[in-house]
């Protein structure tokens, strides 16, 4: 299985920085990319922004120039450094992983268990 642990998070003012990390570990799993999401309340989730294998990377509009994803592929971690927040970035942020279990063709998708970000006065 594949667990993921998130790290960071937390309140800080509109127009500051935070850091988000996050942990996977795995067995028999090989992952395809990683990523982050987030849920504002009674909104869907929606990508934040992921980076494959081979660090191409995809980001949501709304943060595109404020957050950068960066990833540890030797110790299966992703970064979300994030900056320039604004109050609509306030929502729960998950990580992703997403993959195959080796010896198998479908495709996988796992989560953290989300970490809150408040962007608030």
């Known amino acids: 299985q594949v667990q993921l642990v998130e790290s960071g998070g937390g309140l800080v003012q509109p127009g500051g920085s935070l850091s988000l990390s996050c942990a996977a570990s795995?067995?028999?799993?090989?992952?395809?990319?990683m990523g982050w999401y987030r849920q504002r309340p009674g909104e869907e989730r929606e990508l934040v922004g992921l980076?494959?294998?081979?660090?191409?990377?995809t980001y949501v509009d709304s943060v595109k120039g404020r957050f950068t994803i960066s990833r540890d592929n030797a110790r299966n971690m992703v970064y979300l450094q994030m900056s320039r927040l604004k109050p609509e970035d306030t929502a729960v942020y998950y990580c992703?992983?997403?993959?195959?279990?080796?010896?198998?063709?479908?495709?996988?998708?796992?989560w953290g268990q989300g970490t809150q970000v408040t962007v608030s006065t």
């Open positions: 980076m494959t294998n081979s660090g191409q990377t």
């Open positions: 795995k067995s028999d799993f090989s992952i395809n990319a």
């Open positions: 992703n992983a997403r993959g195959f279990f080796i010896g198998y063709d479908a495709v996988y998708d796992f």
